[in-house]
């Protein structure tokens, strides 16, 4: 069939900025009474397996508002201890020179969440199984968890298993394995004549792996937005046709709805647990944060932004993710990390990256990475967050 140009005849498009006030007492209060509202049903159906540790205010805890507070006890690790993690995170062993960044918690604005305990997370999931799906965020968190439980166990047999897509980490003592699945867009890409075939009606090919987790984390968001070089795909399919292109937010609504109906008919939900995690953030534009005006990326940045408010325009991406979820038979948790970590300008792996050659180190304006996050970093605060919805 003959590459068509799809253009959508309804004339589909999302341009929503939201204000602070509809940011933080709107959707965020939204997302946190919803998720309060999901863990108290499963409190009441798997009670025996989800006694709290410490008992929050789930009535009127607002997880995902507050604000970043310096404490010397952190980080919970250290990336010297810890050789999952991949060089591209590996920010302090690739010279980066400040460390203030790994001194921040997460305060939400009238609750305290209770420390990270990679034993009793261990002792909670024993005979378990953790598996991250999505893109190289998922990736990152997954590595985040790993090095977490980890410090909290050292003399644990383990065993690490690395593949494409798939990747475990098991902690052999308990039973409880931790995977990374790699599915960027969550739906299947299948190869036709040396060509990438997006479908964005199937997720059968990827589900297979899904299918005997007992919690599934699913992230996605970047890779639709990619052109050029960066693009994933030659081709999206969807009803049957191939398209050199369409709408990239009308695209992602697509494949969502096909993930959406993937967990509908295959989660069985008496046995598992699922979370999306909402976008994460980027820091490639100073002035969204009144930075530097001769500077073009995150290089340089070292203390979390004094404000609470969302800087530049909210990603368009979240109302397609949030009207999916709403939409689905499955409860599904949505992690809503996208606020806070848009406070964390400081904490991206920047140009202290194993990946980078000397050449680009020195042209941080065009080579820095201000995507992903340093290990130890953020993505604890994301675990930290998961470990609160699971257990408490």
């Known amino acids: 069939m003959a590459p068509l ?3 959508s005849s309804s004339g589909y498009t999302f341009s929503y900025v939201l204000t602070i006030l509809f940011l933080f007492w709107g959707q965020t209060q939204k997302a946190s009474s919803v998720m309060l509202s999901g863990l108290k049903n499963h409190h009441s159906n798997h009670h025996q397996q989800r006694q709290p540790l410490v008992q929050l205010n789930q009535t ?30 590996n920010c302090q062993m690739y010279g980066r020179p400040d460390s203030d960044y790994l001194k921040y918690r997460w305060q939400p604005a009238n609750c305290v969440l209770p420390r990270f305990d990679g034993l ?11 598996m991250f799906v999505g893109d190289s965020l998922g990736r990152n968190q997954w590595e985040s968890l790993v090095c977490m439980i980890s410090a909290g166990v050292s003399r644990s047999a383990t065993q690490m298993i690395r593949g494409d897509p798939l990747s475990t980490f098991k902690f052999l003592d308990y039973g409880v394995s931790v995977s990374f699945y790699k599915a960027p867009y969550l739906v299947d890409i299948d190869s036709s004549q040396g060509k990438r075939i997006l479908k964005l009606d199937d997720a059968s090919g990827n589900g297979k792996a899904w299918k005997d987790a007992d919690v599934l984390s699913f992230n996605t968001g970047h890779w639709w937005i990619h052109k050029g070089g960066l693009q994933g795909w030659d081709y999206m399919e969807s009803e049957g046709s191939l398209y050199q292109d369409m709408d990239r937010l009308f695209a992602l609504e697509r494949g969502l709805r096909t993930w959406a109906r993937w967990v509908d008919a295959n989660v069985d939900r008496s046995r598992t647990r699922v979370f999306f995690q909402s976008i994460s953030p980027t820091h490639y534009n100073p002035s969204e944060w009144n930075g530097a005006a001769a500077t073009k990326s995150c290089y340089g940045e070292t203390m979390p932004t004094s404000s609470t408010t969302y800087p530049g325009v909210y990603p368009d991406q979240m109302q397609v993710i ?70 408490f």
């Not at 997880?63 to 919970?76: A, I, K, N, Q």
């Not at 050789?83 to 591209?88: N, Y």
């Not at 009793?120 to 953790?130: A, D």
Request: hydrophobic residues 35%.
């Open 120 to 130: 009793e997370f261990l002792s909670k999931m024993r005979g378990k199984t953790v």
């Open 60 to 89: 009127n805890c607002a997880l995902f508002m507050g604000t970043w507070v310096r404490d010397e006890s952190y980080p919970v690790y250290q990336s010297s201890a810890c050789p999952i993690i991949d060089p591209e995170f």
């Open 5 to 7: 140009i799809f253009q």
């Open 322 to 391: 949030r009207e999916v979820i709403g939409d689905m038979n499955t409860p599904t948790f949505l992690l809503d990390i996208t606020t806070l970590s848009a406070m964390r300008k400081d904490a991206h792996p920047s140009i202290y990256s194993g990946d980078l050659s000397p050449e680009q180190r020195a042209n941080p304006d065009h080579s820095a990475d201000c995507s992903h996050w340093c290990l130890p970093g953020l993505p604890d605060t994301w675990n930290q967050l998961f470990y609160t919805a699971l257990f």
